[in-house]
T-cell receptor, first 111, second 113 residues
Framework: GENVEQHPSTLSVQEGDSAVIKCTYS??????FPWYKQELGKRPQLIID?????GEKKDQRIAVTLNKTAKHFSLHITETQPEDSAVYFC??????????FGDGTTLTVKP | KAGVTQTPRYLIKTRGQQVTLSCSPI?????VSWYQQTPGQGLQFLFE???????NKGNFPGRFSGRQFSNSRSEMNVSTLELGDSALYLC????????????FGQGTRLTVV
């Protein structure tokens, strides 16, 4: 079955620095790759997504890159702020209705 | 537009009992997925329903089952509860399938004692 590996599991950065989280997937049928942010005690919320026909997508301080050949995609957060502190999940989804999530990355931004 | 609603928010059950959790998707959304979230285990996919049909299932034992009604509301049932079933159960709805944005509910916190 599909497997998604996410690294690192924890990440601590200073405010203003950049943060990068990487995911690798196994199912070549995966064609949609969302990233979710989950703050403590809250529901996961989509922050950015990318489709398999796109290599990169940006939204203000957040960007995602996808390398279909290598089957990996990454989340980049620039100019980090304390409110970016949360757990981030990547996912690899197929048309067949299945979503496979990574195990999450706990990001801590120190003021 | 109302978000995804899950009921109940908290539940305490005894080992061996069964439980039913409910999820009301965003109006117009036809796909509902269920996930189990435990510390350190991330989000584990349980199953996905679309138009009352289960389209996909994760690697969970048969004690976990679900269904979807004609109004897209979904329920999941866990029979013969075990201590290890204690977790946050999240449902997510999307318009058609897992290739568009999914919106999560607040979850049901199940504790098995």
């Amino acid at each position: 079955g599909e497997n998604v590996e996410q690294h690192p599991s924890t990440l601590s950065v200073q405010e203003g620095d950049s943060a990068v989280i990487k995911c690798t997937y196994s199912d070549s049928a995966s064609n949609y790759f969302p990233w979710y942010k989950q703050e403590l005690g809250k529901r996961p919320q989509l922050i950015i997504d990318i489709r398999s026909n796109v290599g990169e997508k940006k939204d203000q301080r957040i960007a995602v890159t996808l390398n279909k050949t290598a089957k990996h995609f990454s989340l980049h957060i620039t100019e980090t702020q304390p409110e970016d502190s949360a757990v981030y999940f990547c996912a690899a989804n197929t048309n067949a209705g299945k979503s496979t999530f990574g195990d999450g990355t706990t990001l801590t931004v120190k003021p | 537009k109302a978000g995804v609603t899950q009921t109940p928010r908290y539940l305490i059950k005894t080992r061996g009992q069964q439980v039913t959790l409910s999820c009301s998707p965003i109006s117009g959304h036809r796909s509902v997925s269920w996930y189990q979230q435990t510390p350190g285990q991330g989000l584990q996919f349980l199953f996905e329903y679309f138009s009352e049909t289960q389209r996909n299932k994760g690697n969970f034992p048969g004690r976990f089952s679900g269904r979807q009604f004609s109004n897209s509301r979904s329920e999941m049932n866990v029979s013969t509860l075990e201590l290890g079933d204690s977790a946050l159960y999240l449902c997510a709805s999307s318009l058609v399938d897992s290739t568009v944005e999914a919106f999560f509910g607040q979850g049901t916190r199940l504790t098995v004692v």
